[in-house]
């Protein structure tokens, strides 16, 4: 069975850094793209980064382009997000989830989301 | 970016009726492979977001039948027919044609 487990999230200052982990049972990375997402408190879903199965491969949305880097760790099985110059308007739930790339283009396994809080 | 647009927001609907929820796109979902990357997805209170449909109209392995979505282009629907208490949760449509937007979320409730 595939479980994906976030955590680092945290309390953190603007302007500060916090790096998140997210940790896969039940398949391992290669052949998988991962990545993150957020949910805003009572907002809606988005995308943040994407990760293929070697971490040659990254993308990531315009709102978090030079502040935020993910990378892999396949001897762990698991991911990462390093998120530096953080922002009062980054505070959200943060996901990983496993992206099923090619014919079809989905999210199919989501973890259930570490709670990252920005503010003074 | 593509915008996705859902309607309703809110969806009181009574236990055994039929839900459904539109989704339109700022622009065509078609892809330069003809796939349209459209899905739905649920999220019940306190629970990360669920998939439900893929490309538009196919169901994932375990979702149950009455869940089915349909549309083309620009225009999509989801469909909940004979409601049940489970139900309950925010759906959102999202696509994958080019990068990934999701809807705003419509809300199902009982009435």
Same mark, same amino acid.
């Given at each position: 069975?595939?479980?994906?487990?976030?955590?680092?999230?945290?309390?953190?200052?603007?302007?500060?850094?916090?790096?998140?982990?997210?940790?896969?049972?039940? /398949?391992? /990375?290669?052949?998988?793209?991962?990545?993150?997402?957020?949910?805003?408190?009572?907002?809606?879903?988005?995308? +943040?980064?994407?990760?293929?199965?070697?971490? =040659?491969?990254?993308? !990531?949305?315009?709102? $978090?382009?030079?502040? /935020?880097?993910?990378?892999?760790?396949?001897?762990?099985? =698991?991911?990462?997000?390093?998120?530096?110059?953080?922002?009062?308007? &980054?505070?959200?739930? !943060? !996901?990983?989830?496993?992206?099923?790339? #090619? &014919?079809?283009?989905?999210?199919?396994?989501?973890?259930?989301?570490?709670?990252?809080? $920005?503010? %003074? | 970016?593509?915008?996705?647009?859902?309607?309703?927001?809110?969806?009181?609907?009574?236990?055994?009726? %039929?839900?459904?929820? %539109?989704?339109? %796109?700022?622009?065509?979902?078609?892809? =330069?492979?003809?796939?349209?990357?459209?899905?739905?997805?649920?999220?019940?209170?306190?629970?990360?977001?669920?998939?439900?449909? !893929?490309? $538009?109209?196919?169901?994932?392995?375990? $979702?149950?039948?009455?869940?089915? #979505?349909?549309?083309?282009?620009?225009?999509?629907?989801?469909?909940?027919?004979?409601?049940?208490?489970? &139900?309950? #949760?925010?759906?959102?449509?999202?696509?994958?044609? +080019?990068?990934?937007? /999701?809807?705003?979320?419509?809300?199902?409730?009982?009435?």
């Amino acid at each position: 069975e595939v479980h994906l487990v976030e955590s680092g999230g945290g309390l953190v200052q603007p302007g500060g850094s916090l790096r998140l982990s997210c940790a896969a049972s039940g /398949f391992t /990375f290669t052949n998988n793209w991962m990545s993150w997402l957020r949910q805003a408190p009572g907002k809606g879903l988005e995308w +943040l980064a994407n990760i293929n199965e070697d971490g =040659s491969r990254k993308y !990531y949305a315009d709102s $978090v382009k030079g502040r /935020f880097t993910t990378s892999i760790d396949n001897g762990k099985n =698991s991911l990462s997000l390093q998120m530096n110059s953080l922002r009062v308007e &980054d505070t959200a739930v !943060y !996901y990983c989830a496993r992206l099923f790339f #090619g &014919d079809v283009r989905y999210f199919d396994y989501w973890g259930q989301g570490t709670v990252v809080t $920005v503010s %003074s | 970016d593509i915008v996705m647009t859902q309607t309703p927001l809110s969806s009181p609907v009574t236990l055994g009726q %039929s839900a459904s929820i %539109s989704c339109r %796109s700022s622009q065509s979902l078609v892809h =330069s492979s003809g796939n349209t990357y459209l899905s739905w997805l649920q999220q019940r209170p306190g629970q990360p977001p669920r998939l439900l449909i !893929y490309k $538009v109209s196919n169901r994932l392995s375990g $979702v149950p039948d009455r869940f089915s #979505g349909s549309g083309a282009g620009t225009d999509f629907t989801l469909t909940i027919s004979r409601v049940e208490a489970e &139900d309950v #949760g925010v759906y959102y449509c999202m696509q994958s044609t +080019l990068w990934y937007t /999701f809807g705003q979320g419509t809300k199902l409730e009982i009435k």
